[in-house]
């Protein structure tokens, strides 16, 4: 070997990191018969009935949808706010579900991105008598998220909705609704929503 070939190997061996960094595996969707499916799609997916749907799918339709800030979308996302996703444990599994966008109740998540066109199905959801506890819970705390900003307002719009309402019922339901967004508001700013309860 020449004087010139053995500085090549010496110059290259010394370049050469003394741990290759581990190669990523390729994470397999969790979902792949959804892939190729549009938004109306995705949509019509979700309105199927949800026992014989795959978790995994039902989180990549529901994520995918918020994600695309897909409007259209509401009134089915408003059906799945009591829909739990995986566990922290199982995660790991379905590997992209350790995005951000599927948290736990990935419906809430999916509203919020929707922002202030999902308001009214938000409020019909709360105020109608066969809500169950667990979504009528989540829908008043998304409304308080896509209304962050003036936790207040959260608060003023349920009552507005609660007055505006002709059945008594429901109006004592977005009331009650107003009332638990005014406890949950920070400390620092409850005056302001407890205040909120009762302006006209």
């Known amino acids: 070997m020449t004087i010139r070939a053995i500085l090549a190997v010496l110059t290259a061996t010394a370049t050469a990191p003394l741990f290759a960094a581990p190669q990523q595996q390729a994470v397999s969707s969790p979902c792949p018969e959804l892939e190729p499916s549009n938004l109306p799609e995705l949509v019509e ?32 996302l408003v059906k799945y706010l009591d829909f739990r996703g995986p566990d922290d444990p199982q995660r790991a599994k379905y590997g992209v579900m350790q995005h951000s966008y599927w948290p736990i109740f990935p419906a809430e998540n999916a509203l919020f991105l929707i922002g202030k066109p999902a308001i009214p199905d938000l409020i019909s959801v709360i105020a109608a008598s066969g809500t169950p506890d667990r979504i009528r819970k989540s829908a008043t705390s998304t409304l308080g998220s896509i209304l962050r900003e003036e936790p207040s ?20 339901r977005l009331l009650d609704a107003a009332k638990e967004a005014a406890t949950d508001c920070a400390p620092a700013i409850r005056s302001g929503c407890v205040n909120a309860l009762y302006e006209q």
Do not use: F, N, W
Request: charged content about 30%; some cysteine.
């Open 153 to 172: 307002r959260a608060v003023a719009t349920l009552v507005r909705a609660s007055r505006a309402e002709k059945d008594p019922d429901a109006s004592m």
């Open 45 to 76: 997916y979700l309105k199927q009935d949800r026992a014989a749907l795959k978790e995994a799918c039902i989180v990549y339709a529901v994520g995918k949808l918020g994600v695309r800030r897909y409007a259209p979308a509401v009134a089915i």
